[in-house]
């Protein structure tokens, strides 16, 4: 028989650094999850990313048990690994903080698709280019290369 979920915790956390500091203690904590045992499975399976932002889904189930998926890091955080900046602009519409190729685009859309809701690379690699307008960087030349 299933367990029955009792509820979906959604965390970022930099990888191998999970702590019963906030957030990740109260967030646990409220659902009656056993916090060390968390931080312990997370630390070991994000080892090979020390500092990087991993999101992660957390299920937790009516007997206090829990499982987790990782997910791969946001594609803002990826897009300022990128073009190594510290930050978006505070007005991207009119304050610009670098620029962005469609070949390094390409590479954060194939690392992202499998949690982007789409299918091909081209619409994931539209998605990744709209979030770095949105952080105030410039996409370099012009359009999508296989976009009509």
Known sequence: MAKEVAGLIKLQIR????NPAPPVGPALGAKGVNIMEF???FNARTQDKPGK???????VYSDKSFDFVLKTP????????QIKIKKGSSEPNRVKVGAISWDQIRVI???????LNCFTVDSAMMMVAGTARSMG???KGGTAPNSK
């Open 39 to 41: 931080c312990k499975q």
């Open 109 to 115: 859309a194939e690392d992202k698709l499998p949690d």
């Open 137 to 139: 960087v410039n996409v």
């Open 74 to 81: 946001p594609a803002a955080v990826q897009i300022m690994e």
């Open 53 to 59: 932002v991993v999101p992660v889904v957390i299920t």
């Open 15 to 18: 990888g191998g650094a999970a």
